[in-house]
């Protein structure tokens, strides 16, 4: 289908923490702009936004969707995220995209201080952002306060852009603070200009005077003009708003009630006039734009049909169907209202649409005609896995089919990770927290017919010895029919030190193994030492053979092999063994408030506390380093969750093998329990 020119458009992501409202705006400015002619809500699950099933289930985004409408004359593509952190990997994905994002927010202070990483991420990226103070028709609002903790929270200046006006504890409408007009606001329809509230003058000065300096820092004509008392024009601040806006220098506050529709078209009005064109913000991204085709993967969707789209954004040329990108002929470009699509045969420069078919190509990847040329843009750091399951099919023979579905899985969402461990066999599934797993559980079990089973991942636990034992002597001898087997060994078993692993050694003089024997011993002591006397791989032992004999008809390979294994399962168990545990090295970051409470953490997961530290690229907020034991990591992250509002995250590693206390040892060994915090506990 041919369609109508836009004169511009914009791109636009609806950020922000989880439940502030995001799903509930892009409602709104669907309805507003008449892309919809009905607004669902989110208790009902009709909304565009969350129109996927694992969203609709939960009451809340699970991913990003994407949807396109029209305001005065441009083509306004919404993206709304998830705000949940489990689904952070979704959100800046889809930023690296856009031309600006509204960051919605509740006024409460508690809430707003949890917008601190994803402020970090979008002053990282240079990614001009507005804030949409939303549920502004709640009581007990305070403004200021609210005002007061963005600030806290934001590293670059905000400016408020309206001043809310309230009747006792109710949002009627508000002051837009370049053109100091009053609105009133109307339920369904746009606010009504009225007379200035005479009663909010002094407020209204302050907020105006805070606003202007907060732009003149970075002009400094107009930095002259209120240095003269001259009341600078409407156009220099709005030119001054949108230059500094599109350049992540200031952050303009906007206020409403996304449900009532309040503040909706101011907030259009203000993308429309201070949000960056795709052009510049092009211009921004790459070094220099030309006309070939080059676009950016910002998600990928296995819909529930089993087709693949992928969410791009147009950055150069013009993308036209069946174009040939990365080698890939694609299926067909489409634009999106969430889960349904319309078919389009071109994309211009600065759109974002939904190519299908384009196979091979994941999240984050950028796709060109001719791929080697292109120079790939840069695309979000994949978070890392903090939470784990271990998970079985539920019917024996889809153990098959799992390894392609969970391919597909992380295509959609690189923040997931899977393994089969090769000490447990167990395949766990890892990802950024109980809700993120189980939302990929129930896709496989939707999406590709494969129901899953979970259990917790076991700990990969290991053993070892305490005492050096001698001369362990092991004799294989058997008989059968004719021919016997003969082997004899005996065997020096040694500690070795934390982390030096296994160690094969001989003093056979006189050849009384011969040589052809020996490698038969070792692969028996190896064998031996897959599964110890407790259950583990056994570490860091030294074996050596000292001695045996051999018979010159009845020895071989296999009889010595026999010998060695019996020669262990003597000389292992009057060696001490002992159980030794992961450790993991951490460094969790946390809001400098809460360092005290993650440390009590950490001690009370056994974990041994390294340092800790302010960070130099993050004002506010701590690193604290420490050694944790693997068997208290499963719910770590819940914890320290809940300990820091949800923004307190860790990145972990393995770092070495400890000996575990001699009273859990004992526990693990009787209940075959984990032993960790994780278990249920
Ligand atoms: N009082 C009030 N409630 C609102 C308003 N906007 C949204 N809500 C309610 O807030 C809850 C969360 O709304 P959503 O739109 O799902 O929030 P979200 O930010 O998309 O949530 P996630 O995507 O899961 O992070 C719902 O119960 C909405 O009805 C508002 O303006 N006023
Ligand atoms: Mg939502």
Redesign the pocket.
Known sequence: MNEKVKSGSRNVAIV?P???????LLESLLFVTGAISRKG???DGNTV?DSANESRDRH??VEVSAASTEYSDTRFTFIDC???VEFAQETYNALMGVDAAIV?CEPIRDRVLTLAPLFKFLDDWEIPHIVFV??M??ANINVLDTLHALKAVSSRPLVAHQYPILQGEELIGFIDLVSEQAYQYHAGAPADPIPFPENLKAEEHIARAEMLEALANFDDHLLEELLEDIEPPQEEILKDLKLELGADLVVPVFFG????DYGVRPLLEALLREAPEPESTAERRLSKVGNTPLAQVLKTYYTPQGGKLSLVRVWQGKLTDGIVLNGIRIGGIYRLMGQQQQYINEAGAGEIVALSRLEGVKTGDTVAIDSQQAIALPKAENLEPVYALAITPEKRNDEVKLSSAITKLLEEDPSLAWEQHGDTHEVILWGQGEIHLQVALDRLRRKYNLPMSTHLPQVPYKETIRKPVAAIHGRYKHQSGGHGQFGDVFLDIQPLPRGTGFNFSEKIVGGVVPRQYIPGVEMGVREFLTHGPLGFPVVDVAVTLTNGSYHSVDSSEQAFKQAARLAMQTGIPQAQPTLLEPILRVLVTTPSEFTSKVLQLLSGRRGQILGYEGRDDWQGWDNVSAFLPQAEMQNFIVELRSLTLGVGSFHWEQDHLQEVPEKLAERILTNGSNGGNGNGK
Do not use: Q
Request: zero cysteines.
């Open positions: 922000g989880y439940l502030s409202g995001k799903t509930t809500t989110v208790k936004g809340m985004s998830p705000g949940s919605v939303n549920k028709d709640r009630a996304a449900e009532l």
